[in-house]
């Protein structure tokens, strides 16, 4: 199956926006690689405010969406929608829903609003998996929606909640937001989450259920920075020439131009891990190769998703007073297997 991640504000205020991520600064930790040379991402024009995107590329006549974080004051917080007929000029299309559904709510006292969504097409359904928690906690859940189409002019479209995927309470040691999607070679699904505590972690789902696959399993761990307060999250997994790459973002978002967000990739055989960096240094134990860093203007990349070979995410434009800007590039692979960010049409 391919897989199409559901997940991207005009101007973000950690305290207003509520996104992905824990109050306290990222600590030092073991030098990671050197960065990529990453060219820069496509022109791009119209409603451009999406934190978190998730995108589905279109083409062959089909649109494109980048799905987002939910802002207050927009649809009581819901999943943000922007459309493009061609990838390059965006348009805000509202939210998912009109409210947030109740049973959030009673699960995460004080939720203003859904994070970093991630949308997986299988058998002809659309899997969306959304985040709910609040800042610096992780009383968190990750909850289910489905669809039959992504088209709001079809008499089919129907976000239906499905309830609670996975959730995380005060005296567990993973936060349970961001989720990302991915399929093994025999077709079985698994989700990659986590932010701070112990980083990153994976659990297997059922289709067509969409639901964990066992409920009493504890969760796998397949990244930790091994350094307090342990800045890694949105984790993402695509498939590349026999290699399952892992990326994440490290550091704190949604302090505007202050952000420090920035892009990492490890890679593996299995896609349980183990996972290591372009140096042969596990994820798990600190490693991580950097793909993309601030750079100019262009502060604090990450919130990472991708589709059809095409990487999404958010930066905080600096000449703009840190407001939240959509980015799209093409990954190419240099000799090695490795990600490049291109500029390629």
């Known amino acids: 199956m391919t897989p199409v991640r559901l997940a991207p504000l005009l101007t ?7 996104l992905t991520g824990a109050l306290a600064p990222p600590a030092a930790s073991a ?20 934190h978190d995107p998730a995108l589905v590329a279109g083409g062959g006549g089909q649109d494109w969406y980048v799905f987002a974080t939910g802002e207050e004051g927009k649809g009581d917080g819901n999943v943000q929608i922007r459309s493009s007929a061609d990838g390059h000029k965006w348009t805000y299309e509202g939210t998912v829903w009109d ?25 002809g359904m659309y899997y969306m998996y959304y985040s709910a928690s609040t800042w610096g906690k992780n009383r968190s859940v990750i909850g289910l929606a ?14 239906v909640d499905r309830g609670e995927v996975i959730g995380s309470e005060p005296d567990d040691d993973f936060n349970a937001i961001d989720p990302g999607v991915i399929e093994d070679g025999s077709g079985t699904p698994y989700m ?39 800045a890694i999250e949105a984790a993402y997994i695509v498939k590349n020439d026999g290699f399952y790459y892992l990326f994440t973002s490290w550091g704190q978002c949604c302090q505007g131009s202050d952000s420090d967000y920035k892009m990492m990739v490890g890679r593996s055989k299995k896609v349980t891990g183990p996972y ?21 203007d262009r502060v604090g990349p990450g919130g990472q998703s991708a589709s059809e070979e095409i990487i999404a995410y958010h930066y ?25 960010l291109t500029n390629k049409a």
């Open 12 to 18: 973000v205020v950690a305290a207003v926006v509520g």
């Open 31 to 50: 030098a990671p690689a050197a960065p990529a040379q990453a060219e820069e991402p496509w022109r791009l024009s119209g409603d451009l405010a999406a």
């Open 99 to 123: 409210e947030i559904p109740q049973w959030i709510k009673d699960a995460v006292p004080g939720v203003k609003n859904i994070w970093a969504p991630e949308v997986y097409e299988a058998n």
């Open 146 to 159: 489905t669809n039959e189409t992504l088209d709001p002019s079809d008499p089919a479209y129907e976000w």
């Open 192 to 230: 990659a989450f986590g932010s701070y505590w112990s980083g990153i972690r994976m659990v297997k789902l059922d289709w067509p259920s969409g639901k964990l696959a066992d409920p009493d399993k504890e969760p796998l761990h397949i990244a930790d920075r091994k350094a307090s307060p342990n």
């Open 276 to 296: 290591v960096d372009r140096d042969g240094r596990k994820l798990l134990d600190g490693g991580g190769t950097t793909l993309l860093t601030t750079s100019g």
């Open 316 to 340: 905080y434009d600096k000449s703009a007073d840190g407001a939240t800007k959509l980015a799209l590039q093409p990954i190419a692979w240099d000799d090695d297997g490795w990600p490049v």
